[in-house]
């Protein structure tokens, strides 16, 4: 069974950084690509960001770009999310994503989200 | 960008209804286009891929079609555990990823 579970959210100062993790199992990490996809409190979905099954393609949602680092260790079956530079728009339900396959499409954005965790919660607030 | 526009945002009918929704892109994606179905505390599930493949395990009551610009989620016969909010996903380029969801309610 397919099992992701995302860790590390918490209430975090505006300016400041939080490390997401992203733990796997059920399935070989190393053969799909992951992403990250945020919802905020009574809002739609957004994608922040997607990395390929060997890191060799990352792709960043305008909105995160420059401040979030997204990275994975195939070792330990992990995706993780740095987030720096945090703002209060920032605050959202953080979900950790597994494509149907190994790498980005063409542009590097998502891609087709088949199995999704249940999310660790950042809010960004003072 | 892609700015994609879904409608209706939201959606009242019975047990046994129709339920069509729609989701326009503003250029042509081909058929990268998914669609997802979140119920409330839960995270999004995919039901759609590729515009019109039915995911594994999912109900045939749902359907999809389209391509280019205009797609379209179908019901066939509501559910009362249909009772979600549906989002379509685009992944041919950058801008809105996702449309803004509409909310299935049962009258």
């Known amino acids: 069974e397919v099992q992701l579970v995302e860790s590390g959210g918490g209430l975090v100062q505006p300016g400041r950084s939080l490390r997401l993790s992203c733990a796997a199992s059920?399935?070989?990490?190393?053969?799909?690509?992951m992403h990250w996809v945020r919802q905020a409190p009574g809002k739609g979905l957004e994608w922040v960001s997607g990395i390929s099954w060997n890191s060799g393609s990352i792709g960043y949602a305008d909105s995160v770009k420059g401040r979030f680092t997204i990275s994975r260790d195939n070792a330990k079956n992990s995706l993780y999310l740095q987030m720096n530079s945090l703002r209060a728009e920032d605050t959202a339900l953080y979900y950790c994503?597994?494509?149907?396959?190994?790498?980005?499409?063409?542009?590097?954005?998502?891609?087709?989200?088949?199995?999704w965790g249940q999310g660790t919660l950042v809010t960004v607030s003072s | 960008d892609i700015q994609m526009t879904q409608s209706p945002s939201s959606l009242s009918a019975s047990v046994g209804d129709r339920v069509t929704i729609t989701c326009q892109a503003s250029?042509?994606?081909?058929?990268?286009l998914n669609w997802y179905q979140q119920k409330p505390g839960k995270a999004p599930k995919l039901l759609i891929y590729d515009a019109s493949n039915l995911e594994t395990g999912v109900p045939s009551r749902f359907s999809g079609s389209g391509s280019g610009t205009d797609f379209t989620f179908t019901i066939s016969s509501l559910q009362p555990e249909d009772i979600a909010t549906y989002y379509c996903?685009?992944?041919?380029?950058?801008?809105?990823?996702f449309g803004q969801g509409t909310k299935l309610e049962i009258k």
């Open positions: 994503a597994k494509d149907m396959n190994p790498t980005l499409p063409e542009g590097a954005v998502a891609g087709t989200l088949v199995y």
């Open positions: 250029q042509d994606i081909s058929n990268y």
């Open positions: 059920g399935f070989t990490f190393d053969d799909y690509a």
């Open positions: 996903q685009q992944y041919d380029n950058l801008g809105d990823t």
